[in-house]
């Protein structure tokens, strides 16, 4: 089941910082880069973050999220969480479905590690398209990718005709 968490600082808000530090754990190990932001982030720091996340609950453990922000159409991708006991599930791709089909967007943008070659993976094969790779700290790359809602891109075409 997929469901909105509002208030972070609720019990599913404590599960999700908690989910959040044992995700990127494993992502900070495949990347060897340990002092990514979400395992820096203080809880404080997290529950006002402003963020909207997407939660899948697998029974009555929470088995992942999807956070983002939006303005003007253009949503971010904020952070990708799936707890290590639920990789390879499917968990991250309903989650990306789910965010597309129920938030109205005009183009999403999502940021992940160059190295973290399964989130690069998911996104390709969701139809985002890698847009460049930035150097943001001494041995650390993120790759950049963008989707085009095709409506818009449709409507676009149509409008400037």
């Given at each position: 089941?997929?469901?909105?968490?509002?208030?972070?600082?609720?019990d599913y808000g404590q599960q999700l910082f908690k989910l959040q530090k044992e995700a990127y754990k494993v992502e900070a190990e495949m990347i060897g880069f340990a002092d990514i932001p979400p395992l820096l982030e203080t809880y404080e720091q997290f529950i006002h973050c402003h963020e909207t996340f997407?939660?899948?609950?697998?029974?009555?453990?929470l088995a992942g999220a999807i956070s983002y922000t939006k303005e003007n159409g253009q949503m971010l991708i904020c952070r990708m969480i799936v707890h290590p006991d639920y990789f390879r599930q499917g968990i991250a791709d309903a989650l990306l479905h789910a965010l597309q089909l129920h938030v109205?967007?005009?183009?999403?943008?999502?940021?992940?590690?160059?190295?973290?070659l399964p989130a690069r993976n998911l996104y390709e094969k969701n139809g985002f398209t890698h847009?460049?790779?930035?150097?943001?700290?001494?041995?650390?790359?993120?790759?950049?990718?963008e989707k085009q809602h095709s409506f818009y891109v449709c409507h676009d075409k149509k409008h400037n005709e």
């Open positions: 089941m997929i469901m909105r968490i509002r208030d972070l600082e609720s997407l939660c899948y609950l697998k029974g009555d453990a109205d967007w005009e183009k999403i943008s999502v940021s992940t590690g160059k190295m973290n847009k460049e790779d930035v150097e943001v700290a001494p041995r650390l790359s993120i790759s950049i990718y």
